[in-house]
């Protein structure tokens, strides 16, 4: 049975810890929403997990199907089955989709995968997920809209049938009907696949769809609080006070961004100020 | 195919034709069609290559040249489009060796049009200075360069768009973009619009810097290494140029030629 074990985290990005100590495991075939308010280190999980080369893991461990997987660069842990359907997909001007996908999908093959065969599953996939025909012969994610960004990391999850799959905010600028679509194509590859899933959503409507087994609670780089999926509905009416309070904690109140202003207009003012000798 | 080893005047037939220059000498060449006509010529050998070709009234040429030169090339050449025609020229700069490249195209009557594109795997010094010049009304010129940088070479392009006084309701566009990916490389890109008339539309994209993180990481987390991300990068930039001219055949060929050259990447 693969399973994702997180042992004591420690996760900085730039000399800032992050992550202070979390502890997670995710079995073959569950389903576990990750919450929490924003900037508590979501995000920074599932970025660590996957490797991303900013958020260095100063402590503690990962390990996936019996693998450290925090020795395996960022393409090993990919091909050992995790997949990371992200926040901002990045643009690759010049790289066709159907490029993209071959190229990803030969690399766990032993044999590339005939192109007939990758035409028809592309063009099943595109359906599915309700997008234009076009998007195999689209640049990666250039010129796509919020929504179809996200619909297509979704056609890549598909086609590269990932064990363990983490969302991170799929469902934000999706409308009501391209929640449902996705939410079905989530739920067809995981009865398909036994698939298990880490989502990150900051609504109830997607994890009603999904529906996780597992909640957990990330506040403060630690996972506070662990429940079922009565947790995540109880987050999405009552907010996150109530767990403060229960809790004895003081939301850490983010810094005030400086406003920005222009040097020269001050640079100006300044001079005439003291001219003027105020 | 036709052998050209000696200074000719080359009259396009009809469809497509192909062309192989090989001369240890210098050459003169004319190429001239009408209609419509598609040309490969592949240039094996010629330390200096001057070309000029003439696209009468209406026609529609196409010219891909194909550099397999293993010796350096100083090409000069300059391009004539009278009324409603068409000409488009690509050029395949793949090889390992130096190339100079000058290129005039004249937009010299109404309604012509001229598409002028390259693709460059630089391993070496390939400099390239282009200019489209819109002497007409109604003329449209277009530049299309894309290069990736190895290590070692040095790219350089000077893509001058110019629209003469007169030339009203005229275009020119240009698009200019390097990858380079390793360091002891050179690459400049200079795109230059020089407009002498107010009813026209311009414009010109240009970029040049190695592939970023962030992009890398992204192809990285579908299961791509480095190499493999490079080699996607690469093919994307330069396969398009052997779509070029319309023929199945010389496709297949061009494409498993690029297929190898991006595989030792």
């Known amino acids: 049975m693969k399973s994702l074990m997180i042992k004591d985290l420690h996760v900085e990005i730039e000399g800032r810890e992050i992550l202070k100590g979390v502890n997670l495991t995710v079995n073959e075939n569950e389903v576990h929403a990750l919450m929490g308010p924003n900037g508590n280190g979501k995000s920074t999980l599932l970025a660590a997990i996957m490797g991303h080369p900013k958020y260095v893991v100063t402590q503690g461990e990962i390990e996936y199907d019996g693998k450290n997987i925090l020795e395996m660069p960022v393409e090993e842990r990919s091909k050992a089955g995790l997949f990371l359907a992200m926040q901002y997909p990045q643009e690759i001007p010049g790289v066709t989709n159907s490029d993209f996908l071959r190229a990803a999908m030969n690399v766990r093959r032993e044999r590339p995968i005939p192109l007939f065969s990758f035409i028809r599953e592309m063009e099943r996939t595109i359906k599915e997920l309700d997008m234009k025909e076009d998007l195999a012969h689209r640049f990666v994610n250039e010129g796509f809209s919020g929504g179809e960004k996200k619909r297509n990391e979704i056609v890549q999850m598909k086609l590269l049938k990932p064990s363990l799959s983490m969302l991170d905010e799929i469902d934000s600028g999706l409308d009501v009907d391209a929640l449902k679509i996705v939410a079905g194509a989530i739920n067809k590859q995981r009865q398909e696949t036994g698939m298990s899933l880490i989502i990150v959503s900051h609504y109830e409507r997607f994890y009603e769809l999904i529906e996780p087994e597992f909640t957990h609670v990330l506040v403060d780089g630690k996972i506070l609080l662990e429940g079922d999926a009565e947790l995540a509905r109880k987050i999405d009416t009552e907010g996150y006070d109530w767990i403060y309070k229960e809790y004895g904690i003081t939301p850490e109140r983010k810094e005030e961004k400086p406003v920005p202003v222009s040097i020269g207009t001050c640079a100006v003012r300044e001079t005439v100020e003291k001219a003027v000798g105020k | ?265």
């Open chain 2, 1 to 265: 195919m036709i052998e050209v080893h000696v200074n000719q005047d080359i009259a396009l037939p009809h469809g497509f034709s192909e062309y192989v220059i090989e001369s240890e000498r210098d050459l003169d060449l004319t190429f001239s069609g009408s209609g419509k006509c598609q040309a490969f010529i592949r240039i094996r050998k010629c330390p200096n290559l001057r070309i000029r070709t003439f696209t009468d009234a209406g026609a529609d040429i196409s010219y891909l040249f194909w550099n397999d030169s293993d010796t350096p090339i100083t090409a000069d050449e300059s391009h004539e489009v009278m009324a409603d025609a068409s000409l488009k020229i690509a050029y395949g700069e793949c090889n390992h060796a130096e190339t100079k490249r000058n290129v005039w195209v004249a937009l010299r009557q109404n309604g012509a049009y001229a598409l002028v594109s390259s693709a460059t795997l630089a391993e070496d010094k390939k400099n390239t200075r282009m200019e489209v010049v819109n002497y007409a009304p109604h003329t449209v010129g277009e530049m299309k360069n894309f290069a990736v940088v190895l290590k070692g070479g040095n790219f350089f392009i000077d893509a001058i768009g110019k629209i003469v006084k007169g030339a009203y309701a005229s275009q020119s566009h240009q698009t200019s973009r390097a990858l380079c990916f390793e360091e002891g490389q050179n690459s400049e890109i200079i795109p230059e619009l020089l407009i002498d008339e107010n009813d026209v539309q311009a414009s010109h994209a240009m970029s040049i810097g190695r592939m970023d993180d962030e992009q890398l990481y992204y192809l990285q987390s579908r299961g791509l290494s480095m190499r493999q991300s490079i080699m996607l990068m690469s093919t994307g930039y330069l396969m398009p140029i052997t779509e070029f001219i319309d023929d199945e055949g010389l496709k297949e060929r061009l494409k498993s030629e690029m297929e190898e050259k991006i595989a030792r990447l």
